[in-house]
């Protein structure tokens, strides 16, 4: 049923910035409990920021200080300002959607960067940062 769906990616020079965008559809599509992840070629998919019903937020020590996640107030759409971006970012980037259960469990301690933790995911938007 859920529908996720992600604009802004393309390709940049390091240094510069993208904000990408994640609308969701559908009556389980969003939740009080969103993320990113990314995954670049060879490498597993991981978990970028992620953003929970009281406004708390978390991001991996990689895009920490740099990434911004925020979701509007009908948690309708999700977004991911990147900042300072670096060739290392490069990589395919998901927006995802806890179920109301998910969210009602560990959610609680903190947002949850681990796949397992969501239920919906979009299909990506390429992010390409050249050096």
């Known amino acids: 049923q859920a529908q996720l769906v992600e604009s802004g990616g393309g390709s940049v020079q390091a240094g510069e910035s993208l904000r990408l965008s994640c609308a969701a559809s559908?009556?389980?599509?969003?939740?009080?409990?969103m993320g990113w992840f990314r995954q670049a070629p060879g490498k597993e998919r991981e978990g970028v920021a992620a953003i929970d019903n009281i406004g708390r937020t978390r991001y991996s020590d990689s895009v920490k200080g740099r990434f911004a996640i925020s979701q509007d107030n009908a948690k309708e759409n999700l977004y991911l300002q990147m900042n300072s971006l670096k060739p290392e970012d490069t990589a395919m980037y998901y927006c995802a959607t806890a179920s109301r259960r998910q969210c009602g469990g560990r959610w609680l301690l903190l947002p949850q960067l681990t796949s397992a933790d969501y239920s919906y995911w979009g299909q990506g938007t390429q992010v390409t940062v050249s050096s």
């Open positions: 559908g009556p389980t599509a969003s939740s009080d409990c």
